[in-house]
């Protein structure tokens, strides 16, 4: 499953550039970038429905509400903190009680969530299976991911933070 996701990323960094320009020459509006998607998923609901078996657990459990709520609730504050983060005041915007606080509450929820995970019981589905965790291949993959993020973020930022713009970068 994950080399079919890859090679389908693979030919969408190729064909969509590609793809978008022809549409965007044809027809002169952004608009019509949209309804490329269309088809794309018309063509996976059909697939999905015909091809991939239904499957269903052995038991039914019980919703982890408890890690949900939480995990929910301090990814929001995380995010509310860096909405109202600014990159000219970065120390101003920092010290505004508005986002200490949310930043804290979004650690103190996001460390409870693991509290929680780690002390669900056998009759709830977990919201994140703590024992994957505890995976090494797991915890280098998640390292790996973040670092690419990260590197992918920051060569976006880059131009921002020196003033410029990403035309500038490209030699145009």
Not at 12 to 40: E, H, M, Q, Y
Request: glycine letters at 12%; one cysteine or more; aromatic letters at 10%.
């Amino acid at each position: 499953m994950l080399g079919i996701l890859g090679a389908v990323n693979g030919i969408a960094s190729v064909v969509g550039p590609n793809l978008g320009s022809l549409i965007l020459n044809l027809t002169g509006r952004w608009n019509w970038l949209f309804l490329v998607n269309l088809p794309i998923a018309l063509l996976v609901i059909i697939g999905g429905l015909t091809t991939l078996p239904e499957t269903k657990g052995a038991v039914d459990k019980k919703i982890d509400l408890k890690g949900l709520i939480t995990l929910s609730l301090g990814i929001f504050a995380v995010m509310f903190v860096i909405s109202n983060l600014q990159t000219g005041q970065l120390l101003a915007s920092l010290i505004k009680p508005q986002v200490w606080l949310a930043g804290l509450l979004g650690i103190g929820l996001l460390v409870m969530f693991f509290q929680f995970e780690k002390r669900v019981s056998a009759s709830v589905d977990p919201f994140l299976p703590y024992q994957l965790l505890k995976k090494q291949r797991l915890s280098i993959n998640t390292v790996n991911g973040a670092s690419l993020w990260g590197a992918d973020c920051y060569l976006y930022l880059h131009p921002k933070l020196c003033g410029t713009t990403l035309w500038h970068f490209g030699g145009q």
